[in-house]
């Protein structure tokens, strides 16, 4: 392996010494790979370099993809299983398949090199990472989303975290199939998203929460206007009329950083009939509320959150970060005016991804938030290959929108919301 790595090293620092960087550029992928694969065969021919026919194909793929892609992760982006790659040092590339972890047979030269790539993506979308700035979150040109953490915060050295962008978007459909809902859940989410009812989709990382957000989008009229705003763009919706929002970071100066808070009201200037808030997770969170309780209907955020009333009590104390000076009691009636559903995603050690709960919220009793939960997912044990095994249940409560959809002529089967036990 040692040797291997050595004598790519060495063809492609000759290639470098030998080509025109600057007349390649003008050439399209294709033509530098093809360009790139004649010139290794040249070297390994002058230098008399004996190969077998695996190791001159690995050789041409793996410098074509050190010149023009992102090297030893190249063949990562485009695997189709792979969801997640995560970078631990150039020693070691975990990635993450069916929605489990496993250790790949990808490693870097050394650290070096790792760095020279993390570099070029970066670059790539205008952000810069070095000792004065060695964190960063951005999205690729394919949408994937990339974070990486460098020396002296990371101290064995740099870290990447890739979520790859999803070419081919899920839809309600895929999640029954998957056994991530059911499909009486399904068909009450769809309706609920037609609705101008705002919901929050809860879970922890890589439970599925933009996936789902996605999915719900499915259902919005296409005639509507919708605003989303995200740290780092990661929704596909399919409507025709989208504006997307990102956020920037501050300069190398510290100055023109601008937030979540600052694009949702510039936004509400933008006359959206729905805005989609990729994740709330700070100051934001009152100007969302405020946003959906004037006019926006029908607007969806997601937060990290281990059940609904969690993630409800979050976005309480999100709110008490303003200066704006609220009584609790005051928040939570703003809470109960403005959500009306919580979805909970859970996300299981052997990769499969649940909604655990659909819970309606129903106002206030007292000085305490009501809830009502209208489906869940009860385990009920541990197959012999490791798999999680339950059920998806409904609790029989016949929620209080299914007269809002009355009104607006939409009818739901009552036998939906029939009482059912985990078998």
Same mark, same amino acid.
């Given at each position: 392996?040692?040797?291997?790595?050595?004598?790519?090293?060495?063809?492609?620092?000759?290639?470098?010494?030998?080509?025109?960087?600057?007349?390649?550029?003008?050439?399209?992928?294709?033509?530098?790979r093809y360009e790139l694969s004649n010139?290794?065969?040249?070297?390994?021919?002058?230098?008399?370099?004996?190969?077998?026919?695996?190791?001159?194909?690995?050789?041409?793929?793996?410098?074509?993809?050190?010149?023009?892609?992102?090297?030893?992760?190249?063949?990562?982006?485009?695997?189709?299983?792979?969801?997640?790659?995560?970078?631990?040092?150039?020693?070691?590339?975990?990635?993450?398949?069916?929605?489990?972890?496993?250790?790949?047979?990808?490693?870097?030269?050394?650290?070096?090199?790792?760095?020279?790539?993390?570099?070029?993506?970066?670059?790539?979308?205008?952000?810069?990472?070095?000792?004065?700035?060695?964190?960063?979150?951005?999205?690729?040109?394919?949408?994937?989303?990339?974070?990486?953490?460098?020396?002296?915060?990371?101290?064995?050295?740099?870290?990447?975290?890739?979520?790859?962008?999803?070419?081919?978007?899920? !839809?309600?459909?895929?999640?029954?199939?998957? #056994? &991530?809902?059911?499909? =009486? +859940?399904?068909?009450? @989410?769809? $309706?609920?998203?037609?609705?101008?009812?705002?919901?929050?989709?809860?879970?922890?990382?890589?439970?599925?929460?933009?996936?789902?957000?996605?999915?719900?989008?499915?259902?919005?009229?296409?005639?509507?206007?919708?605003?989303?705003?995200?740290?780092?763009?990661?929704?596909?919706?399919?409507?025709?009329?989208?504006?997307?929002?990102?956020?920037?970071?501050?300069?190398?100066?510290?100055?023109?950083?601008?937030?979540?808070?600052?694009?949702?009201?510039?936004?509400?200037?933008?006359?959206?009939? !729905?805005?989609?808030?990729?994740?709330?997770? #700070? &100051?934001?969170?009152? =100007? +969302?509320?405020?946003? @959906?309780? $004037?006019?926006?209907?029908?607007?969806m955020a997601t937060i990290h959150a281990?059940?609904?009333?969690?993630?409800?009590?979050?976005?309480?104390?999100?709110?008490?970060?303003?200066?704006?000076?609220?009584?609790?009691?005051?928040?939570?009636?703003?809470?109960?005016s403005a959500i009306q559903l919580v979805?909970?995603?859970?996300?299981?050690?052997?990769?499969?991804?649940?909604?655990?709960?659909?819970?309606?919220?129903?106002?206030?009793?007292?000085?305490?938030?009501?809830?009502?939960?209208?489906?869940?997912?009860?385990?009920?044990?541990?197959?012999?290959?490791?798999?999680?095994?339950?059920?998806?249940?409904?609790?029989?409560?016949?929620?209080?929108?299914?007269?809002?959809?009355?009104?607006?002529?939409?009818?739901?089967?009552?036998?939906?919301?029939?009482?059912?036990?985990?078998?």
């Amino acid at each position: 392996m040692v040797a291997y790595l050595d004598l790519k090293q060495s063809i492609h620092d000759r290639l470098l010494r030998q080509l025109d960087l600057v007349q390649l550029q003008k050439l399209t992928q294709d033509q530098i790979r093809y360009e790139l694969s004649n010139h290794t065969e040249r070297v390994l021919l002058e230098e008399s370099i004996a190969v077998n026919e695996f190791e001159r194909r690995n050789l041409i793929r793996d410098i074509q993809n050190e010149m023009v892609g992102l090297g030893p992760l190249e063949p990562l982006f485009i695997d189709p299983t792979v969801s997640d790659i995560l970078v631990n040092t150039h020693r070691q590339v975990y990635v993450e398949r069916n929605g489990r972890l496993e250790l790949s047979d990808i490693v870097f030269n050394d650290e070096a090199h790792l760095m020279k790539i993390i570099e070029k993506m970066i670059s790539r979308v205008g952000r810069r990472i070095d000792e004065s700035s060695p964190m960063v979150d951005a999205r690729l040109p394919d949408g994937s989303r990339v974070n990486a953490i460098i020396p002296p915060l990371a101290i064995d050295g740099a870290m990447v975290s890739i979520r790859k962008f999803a070419r081919e978007g899920l !839809r309600m459909q895929h999640l029954t199939e998957l #056994g &991530t809902l059911s499909s =009486d +859940m399904a068909t009450v @989410m769809k $309706t609920f998203g037609k609705l101008d009812a705002n919901i929050l989709v809860s879970g922890g990382t890589g439970s599925g929460k933009t996936t789902l957000l996605n999915i719900l989008s499915a259902s919005i009229d296409p005639r509507e206007r919708i605003v989303t705003i995200e740290d780092a763009a990661e929704l596909q919706l399919q409507q025709p009329h989208v504006v997307r929002l990102e956020t920037r970071p501050a300069n190398i100066e510290g100055k023109g950083e601008i937030t979540q808070r600052a694009l949702i009201r510039n936004a509400l200037r933008m006359r959206p009939d !729905r805005i989609i808030l990729g994740e709330v997770r #700070g &100051t934001e969170a009152l =100007d +969302m509320l405020q946003a @959906m309780n $004037t006019g926006h209907q029908g607007s969806m955020a997601t937060i990290h959150a281990n059940s609904p009333r969690d993630a409800l009590a979050r976005l309480e104390n999100m709110i008490c970060l303003n200066s704006v000076a609220m009584s609790p009691v005051a928040i939570r009636r703003q809470i109960a005016s403005a959500i009306q559903l919580v979805i909970q995603l859970n996300r299981f050690g052997d990769g499969q991804r649940k909604v655990m709960s659909m819970t309606e919220v129903t106002g206030m009793e007292g000085e305490t938030l009501s809830l009502q939960e209208l489906f869940s997912y009860r385990q009920t044990g541990v197959s012999s290959l490791g798999r999680v095994e339950g059920a998806f249940v409904c609790s029989g409560i016949r929620p209080r929108f299914a007269e809002k959809l009355k009104v607006q002529g939409i009818q739901l089967d009552p036998a939906l919301f029939h009482r059912t036990a985990p078998h």
